[in-house]
């Protein structure tokens, strides 16, 4: 059973990762849909409000309590996402609370060695509010996909995004459920099966990347197409190592090597999309968004390196 400091650390670092990845993700949904769709826009916007008052929670409770490789990890925010929230408001008129990134800025890690009982009850509240906001976040995803593949509405995010979005969604509501049965999360038992999550997603990645392209960036594309194939074939090999047909070191070594150089792909791409060096249709913020992902990985492959 999880005693009540790694309750608190866990869940704390959890909101600080997957809160802002479900903001965004509201924000996404909302900066896509056609006119005729005011009302879906407004749904959008009241997750993303939500979204930020959940992470805004997680930052004031997490203050010299999470651990420091949440916050050297680059998951929670990264040198650009200042500038890419800035920018990305700049261009769609949506205000983006950017003072959350600022008190992130300002958090320190802490070496909690005892909790309190109000304490927890804090975590656990927060943890609640976040269940409800994100089953209903995953609901109103949903519907939206179905609208999209019936024909019943266009937007300009792909379906397998949408898709892609509610995987996310789904993995941060069953984590926090476990967390709030006291569930110890065993790193050894769920590595392949996170391994395979990540590397879906890290593919998926690449491809919307290579799709968002202007097509006179053939360079880029032809990178993004490459990374695309090649954690298809990570994919595959974790899905064998979960069946126990592939080594499983062996996997996490390459998908390890692998993501660090989408890493580097994604912050060279963010700085340039910043800088206007890159002609495509990605705003700031999904750039700065993918790496922060590719971050939050590479946090769990080496802790799974580790345990091998």
Not at 9 to 21: M, T
Not at 63 to 83: A, D, R, Y
Request: net charge neutral.
């Amino acid at each position: 059973m999880l005693s009540g400091v790694e309750f608190i650390k866990q869940s704390l670092g959890l909101h600080l990762f997957f809160a802002r990845i479900m903001k965004e993700h509201s924000f996404f949904l909302e900066a896509a849909f056609t006119p005729r769709d005011a009302d879906f826009v407004r749904q959008a916007d009241a997750f993303r409000r939500e979204f930020d008052g959940i992470l805004g929670e997680a930052i004031s409770l997490s203050n010299g309590v999470v651990s420091p490789e949440i916050l050297k990890s680059g998951e929670v925010i990264t040198p650009f996402t200042l500038n890419a929230e800035m920018a990305t408001a700049f261009f769609t008129g949506v205000r983006i609370p950017t003072q959350l990134t600022q008190a992130e800025a300002r958090l320190t890690a802490g070496n909690m060695m005892h909790s309190n009982p109000m304490f927890e009850q804090k975590i656990f509240s927060l943890n609640q509010r976040a269940m409800h906001a994100i089953a209903g976040l995953i609901q109103f995803k949903k519907k939206i996909l179905s609208n999209v593949l019936s024909c019943k509405m266009f937007t300009f995010n792909y379906p397998l995004l949408i898709t892609h979005i509610i995987r996310e969604a789904e993995l941060y509501l069953m984590q926090l459920r476990k967390l709030q049965n006291r569930e110890d999360i065993n790193l050894e038992r769920d590595a392949f099966e996170l391994e395979f999550f990540w590397n879906r997603q890290m593919a998926e990645h690449a491809k919307f990347i290579r799709g968002l392209l202007d097509p006179t960036e053939e360079e880029l594309i032809r990178l993004a197409n490459d990374f695309g194939k090649e954690f298809d074939q990570l994919t595959e090999k974790a899905k064998e190592a979960i069946n126990a047909t592939t080594p499983p070191d062996k996997v996490t070594d390459l998908s390890l090597k692998a993501t660090e150089n989408l890493r580097d792909f994604k912050a060279q791409g963010t700085q340039g999309i910043l800088a206007c060096k890159i002609r495509s249709i990605i705003i700031p913020l999904l750039g700065d968004h993918v790496l922060r992902e590719a971050n939050h990985y590479l946090r769990l492959l080496r802790k799974f390196e580790k345990k091998h």
